[in-house]
C-alpha cells in the first residue's frame, strides 16, 4: 500500500518489514437499511467515521507507525451480503436504489465468508461469532479475476495525507462482532478492525440503542 510519499507491504514474504493495517469504523446503527439487487440482498449501513492505522508487526511488537481519520468525503459504509455470504467496508456510499448502487463495496476492504457463514442471516445489528473467509480490496467487485480488480482509490485522511492499497488481498480473515449499550449521551456506534496480513484478522464491535 501506499501511504503519503512511502510505501507498505501488506503480505508475508520470505524476508523484510511486514505491516498490519486497521480500520475503527464508527456509526449510527439505526441508520442500517435493507437492500435487493443483482439478485442477492442484505443489510447496509450508511455515514460514519473511521480511523485507520498502521503498524509494524515484523517482530510481531505491532508498533504503530502511521495512523489517520478518513473524512466524510471517503463515504463510507458497511454492507453485508446475504445471498452472497460476503461484507465490506466501502467508500463512495450510496443509499439502495440509487444509480451506481452499491459503489465501492470491497474497497478498501471486503470478506467473503463462503457458503454456510453466519453472513447469510445478518443484519448489521447483532453480535457475531468470528467468521473466517476470504480477504480482498477491489474496487470492481465482484469480479471473478483479482487481476481486474481495477486501480485503487486514493483514500483522504484528516491531518491532510492519503492512502490507497495497491494489493488485491486473497487471504484467510476473520470477523466479529460485539454488541455494546452506550450510555444515552452517545451515538450509537460500530467499530471495524482489519488486519492486512497473509492471514488477516478482521473484528467489529458494534454499539446499539
Given at each position: 500500500?501506499?501511504?503519503?510519499?512511502?510505501?507498505?507491504?501488506?503480505?508475508?514474504?520470505?524476508g523484510?518489514?511486514?505491516?498490519?493495517?486497521?480500520?475503527?469504523?464508527?456509526?449510527?446503527?439505526?441508520?442500517?437499511?435493507s437492500?435487493a439487487?443483482?439478485?442477492?440482498?442484505?443489510?447496509?449501513?450508511?455515514?460514519?467515521?473511521?480511523?485507520?492505522t498502521?503498524?509494524?508487526?515484523?517482530?510481531g511488537?505491532?508498533?504503530?507507525?502511521?495512523q489517520?481519520?478518513?473524512?466524510?468525503?471517503?463515504?463510507?459504509?458497511v454492507?453485508?451480503?446475504n445471498?452472497?455470504?460476503?461484507?465490506?467496508?466501502?467508500?463512495?456510499g450510496?443509499?439502495?436504489?440509487?444509480?451506481?448502487?452499491?459503489?465501492?463495496?470491497?474497497?478498501?476492504?471486503?470478506?467473503?465468508?463462503?457458503?454456510?457463514?453466519?453472513?447469510?442471516?445478518?443484519?448489521?445489528?447483532?453480535?457475531?461469532?468470528?467468521?473466517?473467509?476470504?480477504?480482498?480490496?477491489?474496487?470492481?467487485?465482484?469480479?471473478?479475476?483479482?487481476?481486474?480488480?481495477?486501480?485503487?482509490?486514493?483514500?483522504?485522511?484528516?491531518?491532510?495525507?492519503s492512502?490507497?492499497?495497491?494489493?488485491?488481498?486473497s487471504r484467510?480473515a476473520?470477523?466479529?462482532a460485539?454488541?455494546v449499550?452506550?450510555?444515552v449521551?452517545?451515538?450509537?456506534t460500530?467499530?471495524?478492525?482489519?488486519?492486512?496480513?497473509?492471514?488477516?484478522?478482521?473484528t467489529?464491535?458494534l454499539k446499539s440503542?
Amino acid at each position: 500500500m501506499q501511504w503519503g510519499a512511502n510505501q507498505y507491504v501488506l503480505a508475508a514474504l520470505s524476508g523484510g518489514e511486514l505491516y498490519s493495517l486497521r480500520f475503527d469504523y464508527v456509526a449510527d446503527t439505526n441508520n442500517t437499511q435493507s437492500w435487493a439487487a443483482g439478485g442477492t440482498h442484505g443489510y447496509e449501513l450508511l455515514g460514519g467515521t473511521a480511523t485507520v492505522t498502521l503498524s509494524d508487526i515484523t517482530y510481531g511488537l505491532g508498533t504503530v507507525v502511521k495512523q489517520g481519520t478518513l473524512t466524510a468525503s471517503n463515504n463510507l459504509f458497511v454492507s453485508v451480503d446475504n445471498g452472497n455470504f460476503s461484507i465490506g467496508l466501502g467508500t463512495g456510499g450510496l443509499p439502495p436504489g440509487a444509480a451506481g448502487f452499491p459503489a465501492y463495496v470491497a474497497y478498501p476492504f471486503g470478506l467473503e465468508g463462503g457458503g454456510g457463514s453466519a453472513f447469510g442471516a445478518y443484519d448489521l445489528s447483532t453480535a457475531l461469532d468470528p467468521v473466517s473467509g476470504i480477504a480482498l480490496a477491489c474496487t470492481n467487485f465482484p469480479t471473478a479475476v483479482l487481476a481486474y480488480c481495477g486501480a485503487p482509490l486514493v483514500l483522504q485522511l484528516a491531518d491532510g495525507e492519503s492512502f490507497d492499497i495497491t494489493e488485491y488481498w486473497s487471504r484467510s480473515a476473520n470477523f466479529a462482532a460485539t454488541v455494546v449499550s452506550p450510555p444515552v449521551s452517545e451515538p450509537a456506534t460500530l467499530g471495524l478492525l482489519f488486519f492486512g496480513l497473509a492471514a488477516i484478522g478482521f473484528t467489529r464491535k458494534l454499539k446499539s440503542n
